[in-house]
């Protein structure tokens, strides 16, 4: 009962003081109370994630056979196994982004006889063709495109002309007040218009996170950036596994480079016995990219790289001024005398009476009652 009252003045205290100070019951949450959703989290080991980092040569290794976007949400996605993606890097010249591949020309001419039989009234569309920013309706494409360009690009151009026009606060407000509208144009434009230039190659990378970079059309500048761009993140220690999307053989010294470096490395490219896959801790073709083979792969490939990192701490390593210390105290207690250590832990000790041999006692016992 006594204790039951004291346990009672201890909770009122601890209230009091919550009362008075708000930081108590923060720490005690924080510091104090055990996790009550899940009490084994706490127990169960954190793994680290490797940042991860994604470099892509597009003059070697395009994504001609699939649309850019696409190409890009996959490699991502499967490289995504393997730890945080932190950087996506593209670098090409512009001769890279003005090619526009055959699968896409065929397409555009596809599009063009469609347009022509459209208007001729051979054809008509099973569903009529509609406008991403108002709505409209129209039965030819043609008709759809003109509308969309009189309108709408007009539009966007104004837009564009009073935001670089405009300065400071005003500035600030009219990205504000048309980034909705400017977000359904591009959305829209994409479906409807053209590019100009290429097929959109850096736009799509763009859309999809990548940071894309134009380099002069000298040979190989676009393998000395991207080089360069590598051992900077390494020098700094941004990542620690790198991805290469190239089957060039001149990275194979970054590859070395980064291996030396204690990094993880993955190639992603289509020549199964090229140099670059030989030096790679792991590989990857565009084909299991687009499959989503890779990433089930990749799962595999991370269990190894843990099953070598605990390896490497179980390793034994030599150090010579630990040893040098544990041989020193070792010569040291060589001269110890082991009987006079016995000896003093043994003079606390009760000495024994000796009283005899245990047979002679029991015989002089048997005479006495005889």
Avoid at 170 to 192: F, G, Q, T
Wanted: hydrophobic fraction near 35%; charge should be positive.
């Amino acid at each position: 009962m006594f204790q039951k009252f004291l346990n009672l003045c201890d909770r009122t205290k601890f209230t009091r003081l919550e009362t008075q100070n708000p930081f108590v019951s923060l720490y005690r949450r924080l510091h104090l109370e055990p996790n009550s959703q899940n009490p084994a989290s706490t127990l169960e080991p954190k793994t680290v994630q490797n940042n991860v980092g994604i470099f892509w040569d597009l003059d070697n290794k395009p994504p001609n056979s699939v649309p850019p976007f696409e190409a890009a949400i996959k490699l991502k996605k499967s490289i995504s196994s393997l730890g945080v993606v932190k950087y996506m890097v593209a670098y090409a010249n512009s001769h890279a982004f003005s090619y526009v591949p055959q699968v896409v020309r065929e397409q555009r001419e596809e599009r063009k006889l469609f347009n022509q039989l459209e208007n001729r009234g051979v054809i008509k569309p099973a569903e009529p063709y509609v406008c991403g920013v108002c709505g409209r309706r129209f039965y030819s494409n043609e008709k759809l495109v003109n509308h969309f360009k009189q309108i709408h690009e007009r539009e966007q151009k104004k837009r564009l002309n009073q935001i670089e026009s405009a300065r400071g606060k005003r500035r600030v407000h009219l990205v504000a007040k048309y980034s909705m509208k400017m977000e359904k144009y591009k959305r829209a434009a994409r479906a409807i218009l053209t590019p100009k230039i290429g097929y959109g190659l850096a736009d799509e990378l763009k859309r999809a996170g990548f940071w894309v970079r134009t380099v002069s059309d000298k040979p190989q500048a676009a393998d000395v950036a991207l080089r360069n761009h590598m051992v900077d993140m390494m020098d700094k220690r941004y990542v620690e596994c790198l991805v290469i999307v190239s089957d060039d053989s001149d990275f194979v010294d970054v590859l070395q480079e980064a291996k030396y470096r204690c990094l993880k490395t993955v190639v992603v490219g289509d020549i199964n016995d090229g140099a670059l896959k030989r030096i790679a801790d792991a590989s990857f073709s565009w084909r299991d990219i687009l499959m989503g083979k890779a990433k089930k792969e990749a799962v595999s490939v991370v269990g190894k790289w843990e099953d070598r990192d605990i390896l490497k701490r179980l390793e034994w390593t030599y150090s010579p001024e630990v040893e040098k210390k544990a041989h020193d105290w070792a010569d040291g207690n060589e001269d110890v005398d082991i009987d006079d250590a016995t000896g003093a832990n043994n003079a606390d000790c009760i000495p024994k009476e000796d009283n005899g041999a245990w047979w002679e006692l029991e015989s002089s016992d048997a005479e006495a009652i005889s």
